[in-house]
Each structure stands twice: as C-alpha cells, then as structure tokens.
Nanobody, 122 residues
Framework: QVQLVESGGGLVQSGGSLRLSCAASGPILTINDMGWYRQAPGKEREWVAHITSGGTTNYTDSVKGRVTISRDNAKNTAYLQMNSLKPDDTAVYYC????????????????WGKGTLVTVSS
C-alpha cells in the first residue's frame, strides 16, 4: 500500500520558519502532482501549495512569497519551506500525492498522509 508520511511540524514563534517533509513509500511507479493542504481548528481543510511532476508550482494567495514547495523525485519526497510564519498558519498540514502504482489500473490514485501539526505562537 502506498503511504505518505509527513514530518517537520512543531511549535514556532511568529516570524519563524519550518520545513515540512512528505515521504511517499510503497509500490510506486511514478508520482504525478503533489500538494500540501492544511486544516486549522474549527475550519475546513484548504489547499496550500501544489507541484507537478515537472516542477511547476502554485500557491494559495495567503502564503505566496512566504512558502516554497519543492520535491525530490528520486526520494519520492515533497517539501514545504515556510518562512515568516504567522499565528494564522497554525494548522495540521497534510500532504497529498497522485500516484501511479507498479500494479493495478494504469490510472493515478490520490493518497493522503495523516498530517503534521504546525503551531505558531504570537
């Protein structure tokens, strides 16, 4: 089974930085797009950033200029570098990936990690 495991969350002061990682493992033939989402307490999950297999990136407006998504295809890993963090960035951050497996239907399936908590204190 394909698994995504996020890491790198924690407690940071306002203005600080964190780097999140998302490692994919299992029967992976190739990973298409990868993305980061977040869910703040009492709010719905929202999209944060996205990166294609070719490296094209997109960001939600609230994080543009502060956040950088990247990936290492050889390691099946995505990263989210977050700078100038604000208390509003406090959330559980989830990784998602569209994965083509080594077996089964030749169609990408979307997988999710269990999340990593980011808390930004004021």
């Amino acid at each position: 089974q394909v698994q995504l495991v996020e890491s790198g969350g924690g407690l940071v002061q306002s203005g600080g930085s964190l780097r999140l990682s998302c490692a994919a493992s299992g029967p992976i033939l190739t990973i298409n797009d990868m993305g980061w989402y977040r869910q703040a307490p009492g709010k719905e999950r929202e999209w944060v950033a996205h990166i294609t297999s070719g490296g094209t990136t997109n960001y939600t407006d609230s994080v543009k200029g502060r956040v950088t998504i990247s990936r290492d295809n050889a390691k099946n890993t995505a990263y989210l570098q977050m700078n100038s963090l604000k208390p509003d960035d406090t959330a559980v951050y989830y990784c998602s990936a569209n994965v083509l497996r080594t077996w089964g239907p030749r169609v990408g399936l979307r997988y999710w990690g269990k999340g990593t908590l980011v808390t930004v204190s004021s």
